[in-house]
């Protein structure tokens, strides 16, 4: 037990690192790397069951006591994100699938790594909770409306099929984990520092057969592409702090919804956009998943240097 819990610390603070080699794996061996495709839909179910552990009822109090600074927060991020990603994809007249992606990217709810982005950010981790879990608990209805009215142009958006995937990959998992927690809560402490290996595992392994699955796409769109994964993740990251800032919210506050806005479960736009368009469609998720993970690493390390604004700031992120 003392093993794997290295492990998953070894697993948990490498995942950026970790990621990166599975897209290169996925380069270095396409066809072997395409035949783990089948099992995207299924590893992200687990990598959300997993979240559902990690959740309790206490985790949704913060919406009760700061109700403004959640709802601001959500309504950014499926706002900022589906549009930014959506502009992009047609400033740099991104092909109708990868148009598709983008925006499946942007109308997806938060990461899985986010919370623990926050952490090391010295931001406002309950205010990351409670954003994750409640723009996943609205991403079956959101997502597929986001979808089909900046997409649907550009090719047919099946949204009611759309809802029923995400019931089946997300709400059902995330219900699901927090029951288990709910029942069964002294044995799921003693597992929880695991669950970092089983959230990077999946997301290495999904990253692997989507860029192995897509290898020539990679190599011919690869810059391009990788340009608007990289404008949106930043501009996601950029205007979730303006956002904070212009509702007044404290630095910890702004620091939360700044990673909330900016990293997505882009695990799930893989999943959806593998199941209901082409594998050229999850391409973006795939390349947003190894870049949202390096660019918040990086900027977790900036701000855990940089203190603070003042005594309540202080206290707020510890």
Request: glycine share 10%; hydrophobic share 65%; proline share 5%.
């Amino acid at each position: 037990m003392a093993l794997m819990m290295r492990i998953a610390a070894f697993a948990s603070r490498w995942f950026a690192v970790l990621i990166l080699l599975g897209a290169a794996a996925g380069l270095a061996a396409p066809d072997q790397a395409a035949r783990l495709a089948p099992a995207i839909t299924v590893l992200l179910g687990v990598i959300m069951f997993g979240m559902g552990l990690t959740l309790r009822a206490a985790d949704f109090a913060i919406v009760a006591r700061r109700p403004q600074a959640v709802l601001m927060g959500v309504a950014a991020q499926f706002l900022v994100m589906p549009l930014a990603g959506y502009g992009i994809a047609v400033l740099l007249q991104l092909p109708p699938l990868l148009v598709v992606g983008m925006v499946l990217v942007g109308a997806s709810p938060g990461g899985t790594a986010s919370n623990v982005i926050v952490y090391l950010a010295r931001g406002d981790v309950a205010l990351s909770v409670a954003m994750t879990s409640i723009s996943t608990l609205l991403a079956p209805v959101l997502t597929p409306l986001l979808v089909l009215w900046l997409a649907g142009s550009s090719l047919p958006v099946d949204a009611g099929g759309l809802f029923v995937s995400i019931l089946q990959i997300v709400l059902g998992p995330v219900v699901a984990g927090l029951i288990v927690r709910a029942v069964a809560g002294a044995f799921v402490r003693r597992v929880l520092p695991l669950l970092p290996l089983l959230s990077v595992g999946g997301i290495v392994v999904v990253v692997m057969a989507i860029v192995g699955a897509n290898a020539e796409a990679v190599l011919d769109t690869g810059a391009l592409l990788a340009l608007a994964v990289v404008v949106h993740n930043a501009l996601g990251l950029a205007l979730g702090y303006a956002a904070g800032r212009a509702g007044g919210l404290p630095e910890s506050a702004r620091r939360a919804v700044s990673i909330e806005v900016g990293m997505q479960n882009s695990g799930l736009a893989v999943a959806l956009a593998a199941a209901h368009f082409a594998p050229l469609a999850a391409l973006p998720g795939a390349l947003f998943s190894v870049w949202h993970n390096m660019s918040g690493s990086l900027i977790a390390t900036v701000w855990a240097r940089r203190a603070l604004g003042g005594a309540k700031e202080r206290a707020a992120a510890s």
